[in-house]
């Protein structure tokens, strides 16, 4: 939060607190007031604003002006006598209060610097303008404002606000003095430089505990295109940092001894096992149950436990259809512990697909993109969806989306949706590419890459990976693989059953 002469501003909640009275501004009002904060004294011009403000928007400067004036008015704030903003004439605006971090409430400040046992606490220091040109800075703050705003969307990672993050603006920055001040865990730093008529963003993650970088990238663009890549740009930095802090968490949860790990640690844990591997499910499954026993209320440890569950909807005639109700029952749990964890919501969507239920399937699997776009697992599992639903090239569109995302996310489940689709659109080749990326081949993998060689008459290649399949389970039918893959239209299940049947594969 901050101090901006008498008003206390939290922009988290676009919430204004004067005088005793809280006054509710709308997101582009106080996007607006914090512009004018972070630049105090300085007059800003309609362009600026309009750059800033209304970045992406094709709008007139009669925005600006209408957003001014309604500004001055919820603060009662008056044009010829100002006390918070001033007019410059023919120039713009000028915030001419003054500006300070709000540290006057210890409870308020605790509560923002001590994260939830499950969260890890993350800062984005303001990114460097490095292209000597002041006017520029609306454009690194523009960057470091949505990384804030889009971390913050991830339930999992206590993110400290703008107001937090924005007392090291221009300032030279000891990395990790200011973790130890934040009380973060993580650290983002970045730089914007224009080359030319190319921009360049260098971002970096600091796991401050053990004081060294875990990521760094390099993202280089046009000029002329800068705004319309931004939103992607952001949305890949954003998940990449999410993947990374994961991965990290999930390096320290192996160092701990098992005797010292909480219900959190388990779940990362559990997440990082090799789930298609008999072994590594069934450590997982036993993680994430002491995770539930530790803490009965915990959301993610039941979507992980309905996911383990449906990944064993197979193991045999008996207990199959046993195994996917519990699948179902643990994610509609899940949803109901925490409305607000996107993941909850796309487990169980893909578990509804699974189950047939395709319109509910659709509904979860949307709202879970809805509650966090930048969230690579979220449009994963909506293209696995859609995979069944029969709309394979939307559910290509969403697969590539996830990699866009995260250009690290390379989960054996989502190649096996990408090679689905494809030999759903008689596009072979390119599903054995999608196959071919899965670096432990199970059984199921190897018996697609079979069906796929079929289809392009590579008859040795197909006997190859059918031969493969087979010394890996010996009792493979395709009757009982293709209830595994519960196609809604019956035209694309059987399309998929004569392929296998091609390679050689028993019924």
């Known amino acids: 939060m901050l101090r901006v002469a008498d008003l206390r501003v939290d922009p988290a909640l676009d919430e204004v607190r004067k005088d005793g009275q809280t006054i509710k501004l709308g997101p582009k009002t106080m996007q607006l007031l914090m512009c004018l904060a972070d630049r105090a004294g300085e007059v800003l011009s309609v362009d600026d604003l309009l750059n800033h403000v209304w970045k992406g928007v094709v709008v007139s400067p009669d925005s600006v002006y209408a957003a001014v004036a309604a500004l001055r008015r919820q603060l009662d704030d008056d044009p010829k006598k100002p006390k918070y903003i001033a007019n410059v004439v023919r120039r713009g605006y000028r915030l001419i209060a003054p500006v300070s971090p709000w540290v006057d409430a210890p409870a308020a400040v605790t509560a923002e610097l001590t994260p939830a ?8 220091l303001p990114f460097v303008n490095l292209s000597g ?4 800075e609306y454009f690194s703050d523009g960057i470091t404002w949505d990384i804030i705003t889009e971390l913050a969307r991830w339930r999992r990672l206590a993110v400290r606000s703008r107001s937090s993050s924005f007392r090291y603006r221009g300032a030279a920055v000891d990395t990790l003095q200011a973790a130890r001040e934040l009380n973060v865990s993580f650290i983002v730093e970045g730089s914007v430089r224009r080359i030319g008529e190319r921009i360049r963003i260098n971002v970096q993650l600091i796991d401050t505990e053990i004081g060294s970088q875990i990521w760094t990238e390099k993202f280089d663009r046009k000029r002329e295109q800068i705004f319309k890549v931004q939103d992607r740009v952001v949305q890949t930095i954003v998940s990449t940092l999410v993947g990374r802090v994961e991965a990290s968490d999930t390096e320290r949860a192996r160092r701990k001894p098992p005797t010292s790990l909480a219900a959190h640690d388990y779940v990362l844990r559990a997440n990082a096992l090799p789930w298609d591997e008999p072994a590594g499910a069934s450590e997982a499954i036993s993680l994430v149950e002491k995770a539930i026993e530790l803490d009965p209320a915990y959301a993610m440890a039941y979507a992980l436990l309905a996911a383990l569950s449906y990944s064993r909807w197979d193991d045999g005639p008996r207990g199959s259809e046993a195994a996917l109700e519990k699948a179902y029952l ?11 964890e996107s993941t909850c919501h796309a487990i169980l969507g893909h578990v509804c697909a699974l189950r047939g239920s395709f319109d509910l399937a659709l509904h979860y ?10 969230n690579q697992w979220n449009a994963g599992d909506f293209g696995s969806t859609l995979t069944y639903r029969g709309e394979f090239e939307e559910a290509l569109t969403w697969l590539s989306k996830a990699r866009e995302i995260d250009p690290y996310f390379d989960e054996p489940w989502f190649w096996r949706a990408a090679g689905l689709c494809c030999m759903s659109l008689d596009r072979y080749e390119e599903a054995l590419s999608n196959l071919g990326r899965v670096q432990v081949q199970a059984y199921p993998y190897a018996a697609l890459i079979a069906a796929c060689h079929a289809r392009l008459g590579e008859a040795d290649r197909a006997n190859r990976a059918r031969i493969d399949c087979l010394a890996q389970k010996p009792d493979f039918s395709i009757a009982r693989f293709m209830r595994r893959e519960p196609f809604r239209f019956q035209p694309d299940a ?5 392929s296998l049947r091609m390679a050689g594969l028993p019924d």
């Open 494 to 498: 059987d399309k998929l059953a004569a």
């Open 133 to 136: 040109d002041p006017a520029q």
């Open 117 to 124: 046992p499950d969260q890890r606490s993350i800062a984005v």
């Open 365 to 374: 699997c949307r709202r879970a993109v809805q509650l966090n776009p930048s």
């Open 330 to 340: 643990l994610a509609k749990r899940a949803v109901e512990l925490d409305d607000g």
